[in-house]
């Protein structure tokens, strides 16, 4: 079955504690993305991933890493947590963003609670 | 800067059709997008539009004015399962989407 998986689905941390989301693809897909998702301000992207070993800062990209070793995965690292980045957390991949073939699938989400 | 409107919560009843619209200001144009988000899970594709004009798709239709920067999704013979966020989002001249903060649709019996 095509999909991303993101884990932890769910965790609660406290500030300053390093964690890292992982994501992974099985489509074969050479973009990957990380947004985090607030009420009232829709989707901001994090980083994107165009391919392996190509990473490019989103809107939001403070107090956040990533890297992309392998096509399949790309792993969101918050190095300091902080409370300001609770947040529900999504990966996708595409083919080609932005157009026609490009839609966006997405992972199951990540709920993020920083104290 | 860029900007997508959209209005914040709408609601209808079952069984009716009910319109949401998206505005955009955005640097280039290369299509819009709308998916569909269930409270609590992931958002899922539902059209794109590149040219002008209406795409219809089974209960659901996208229209796209170019001209006007204006889209909307039309929704037919409403089901409760239909209640979500509806979000539209622009390409822009670099490939990258931009969003809008979603449409939160509720459905009455």
């Known amino acids: 079955e095509a999909q991303v998986t993101q884990n932890p689905r769910y965790l609660i941390t406290v500030t300053g504690k390093k964690l890292t989301v992982t994501c992974s693809q099985n489509?074969?897909?050479?973009?990957m993305s990380w947004y985090r998702q607030d009420p009232g301000l829709g989707l901001r992207q994090i980083y994107y991933?165009?391919?392996?070993?190509?990473?490019d800062k989103g809107d939001v990209p403070e107090g956040y890493k990533v890297s992309r070793k392998e096509k399949r995965n790309f792993p969101l690292i918050l190095e300091s947590p902080s409370p300001n980045q609770t947040s529900l957390y999504f990966c996708?991949?595409?083919?080609?963003?932005?157009?026609?073939?490009?839609?966006?699938?997405f992972g199951e989400g990540s709920r993020l609670t920083v104290l | 800067g860029q900007n997508i409107d959209q209005p914040t919560e709408m609601t209808a009843t079952e069984g009716a059709i009910v319109q949401i619209n998206c505005t955009y200001q955005?640097?280039?144009?290369?299509?819009l997008f709308w998916y569909q988000q269930h409270a609590g899970e992931a958002p899922t594709f539902l059209s794109y539009?590149?040219l002008d004009g209406l795409e219809e798709k089974g209960r659901f239709s996208s229209f796209l004015s170019r001209s006007k920067g204006y889209s909307y999704l039309l929704l037919k013979e409403l089901q409760m399962k239909d209640s979500a966020s509806y979000l539209c989002?622009?390409?822009?001249?670099?490939?990258?989407?931009?969003w809008g903060a979603g449409t939160k649709l509720i459905i009455k019996p």
């Open positions: 539009n590149v």
């Open positions: 489509m074969n897909h050479e973009y």
């Open positions: 996708a991949s595409s083919t080609q963003p932005g157009q026609g073939a490009g839609e966006l699938f």
């Open positions: 989002a622009v390409s822009d001249s670099n490939y990258q989407l931009i």
């Open positions: 955005t640097s280039g144009f290369n299509g």
């Open positions: 991933s165009m391919n392996v070993e190509v990473t």
